[in-house]
């Protein structure tokens, strides 16, 4: 699971979706406070403050999720790759989670 580090306590999860949106494009969904599901037919889980799906279409087959936690005065962004199968997860990891980890990496209000 790739961790991103950003050096400072006070990261938002408003300030991570706006930079996924930015980053990603209208192709993408981003849904933060939402967590993701691991039955295939159903929809993001809600309630989840520390969280945000990513998702290609629908988000059922095509998704990662991010989760944020702080700790001494700093932010992780844990990026899961998420689907219904080992080799559906293999393909987000290197597809969509890959895309959510470089576009972080890159977010100047993030990073």
Partial sequence: MPTIIVPRPDVT???VSD???????????????KGMNWNPVGN??????DK?????GSTRLFRAEVVISWRTGQTFLHVIAG????????INRFWIARKVEQVLQAAPGVS
Avoid: C, F, K
Wanted: net charge positive; hydrophobic share 40%; charged share 15%.
């Fill in 13 to 15: 999860i408003e300030q």
């Fill in 44 to 49: 993001p889980r809600p309630d989840h403050p």
């Fill in 52 to 56: 945000i799906v990513v998702g290609a």
């Fill in 19 to 33: 930079a996924l949106r930015q980053g990603l494009g209208p192709r993408y969904n981003v849904l933060p406070g």
């Fill in 83 to 90: 689907g219904i199968s080992l080799p559906l997860r293999l």
